[in-house]
């Protein structure tokens, strides 16, 4: 797969996360960690990774706190581009609690990353299975599903994330498909007939969908 064609895909993926929340932690699950937590949801991600790597030397007992600790660090290595050190967070996150959605989402984006098309398809339908309506989980299917040339269920993985979201990414969408031609009928929000044909067409052409 060609550079150019991974900033397509990608772009596809940061139009549409712009407006979405970070991954929600369990209730109570960072206070074995307060100073590591409070940092990553700051998004303060170097002081986050430190604070979280002095704490997983000892990882707490409770396996969802042990998971969230090292999923929260993997992020911080995701941040750095680390995809090696983010991949081995996610899996040791996965392996203290295997219903992990967020961590089983992450490990397939690092495999996206990687072109490692096979494991990614398998950790993103894991994430998706434990967390159905989560946008961003559809989106990165779809992006898995236009590399692999599948763009058919790529556009009914789209469709998917697209149920879920709020009427301003919507827009976003029909406004950067209308600046590239294609037909989007009214900037309105609703997702509809004209959008999916201009999104279809857009993937179809792989189009060069920069914000």
């Not at 949801?41 to 042990?66: I, T």
């Not at 898995?144 to 040339?149: H, Q, V, Y």
């Amino acid at each position: 797969m060609n550079h150019s064609f991974m900033k397509v895909q990608a772009a596809f993926l940061a139009m549409s996360l712009m407006l979405l929340p970070g991954a929600v932690l369990a209730q109570g699950s960072g206070t074995w960690c307060p100073a590591g937590t409070k940092a990553f949801e700051a998004r303060n991600y170097d002081d986050a990774n430190l604070k979280l790597s002095s704490c997983l030397h000892s990882p707490p007992e409770d396996p969802q706190a042990a998971a969230d600790g090292y999923y929260m660090r993997g992020v911080t290595y995701l941040e750095r581009e680390d995809y090696v050190a983010a991949l081995g967070d996610f899996d040791l996150s996965i392996e203290r609690l295997p219903e992990h959605a967020p961590a089983w989402q992450k490990k397939a984006w690092v495999h996206y990353k990687n072109n490692e098309l096979h494991p990614a398809i398998e950790a993103i339908g894991e994430s998706v299975r434990l967390d159905s309506t989560n946008t961003e989980s559809h989106h990165i299917h779809a992006l898995i599903l236009i590399a692999m040339g599948r763009d058919g269920l790529a556009v009914d993985s789209f469709d998917l994330a697209y149920s879920f979201e709020r009427s301003g990414t919507v827009k976003q969408l029909q406004q950067s498909l209308r600046r590239l031609g294609y037909n989007v009928g009214a900037v309105d929000g609703n997702y509809g007939g004209r959008t999916r044909n201009a999104l279809k067409s857009c993937i179809t052409d792989r189009c060069s969908f920069m914000l």
